[in-house]
């Protein structure tokens, strides 16, 4: 699987919108894009996936650009409770589909 | 269904004692997977099951560590001569059916600390 690279940390004021970048620059043609997310003492939670195309769910909005080699996690309006790490994983659909963590991006969301 | 349910949520143990982990996916999930994650580290996968088999098995898993799932439902894993390093939150995720692209959901883990 493409490696990813993300911001260590990032701050939100709640309310606002919170934009989490990756990059992706090796991603290859057969691999999506997902986002997940680790609130503190419990298990990651899926968030979103895409291929090429933006998508949207009741949680966020993952816009990947056309050349697929970055990505943005979108969480319209940021509450508290979105404090998290979120992980971007690239993953093939292959036999084990097991994910692949990096080190993700620590969003703190202030009043 | 209640989700992917672990048990114990903690574990204290002494080194060189086994310890065994439950995990219970959700119903009808054929493939289940086993992580481990350490401090401040994002989880690193272990191994991963299709209902009763186990397909894949991480270098990170040493022959003191072996897993289970005897009829594709439950699985265990247990760790033989804990050592400290062996300290991690083992966590457990399943999902429901093969190929395609679905989501794994996993369970609130357990957290084992070897003394």
């Known amino acids: 699987d493409a490696k990813t690279t993300q911001p260590p940390s990032m701050d939100c004021a709640e309310g606002r919108a919170a934009n989490l970048p990756c990059n992706h620059s090796?991603?290859?043609?057969?691999?999506?894009v997902y986002w997940y997310r680790q609130i503190h003492s419990q298990g990651p939670q899926y968030i979103i996936h895409?291929?090429?195309n933006n998508e949207t769910n009741e949680m966020a909005s993952l816009i990947i650009t056309e050349d697929r080699k970055s990505s943005t996690l979108i969480l319209p309006h940021a509450t508290l409770r979105d404090t998290a790490v979120y992980y971007c994983i690239v993953r093939a659909v292959g036999a084990g589909n097991m994910l692949t963590f990096g080190g993700g991006t620590r969003l703190m969301v202030k009043p | 269904d209640t989700g992917v349910s672990q048990d114990p949520r903690h574990k204290i143990t002494k080194r060189g004692q086994n310890v065994t982990f439950r995990c219970d996916p959700i119903?009808?999930?054929?493939?289940l997977y086993w992580y481990r994650q350490t401090l401040g580290q994002g989880p690193e996968f272990l191994t991963y099951f299709q209902n009763e088999a186990q397909l894949e098995k991480s270098r990170l898993l040493s022959n003191r560590f072996s897993a289970e799932r005897p009829k594709g439902s439950f699985s265990t894993l247990e760790i033989q001569r804990t050592e400290q390093g062996d300290s991690a939150m083992y966590l457990c995720a399943s999902s429901p059916r093969q190929g395609g692209n679905t989501e794994a959901f996993f369970g609130q883990g357990t957290r084992l600390t070897v003394v």
């Open positions: 895409g291929l090429k």
């Open positions: 119903s009808e999930h054929n493939r």
């Open positions: 090796t991603i290859s043609g057969n691999e999506y």
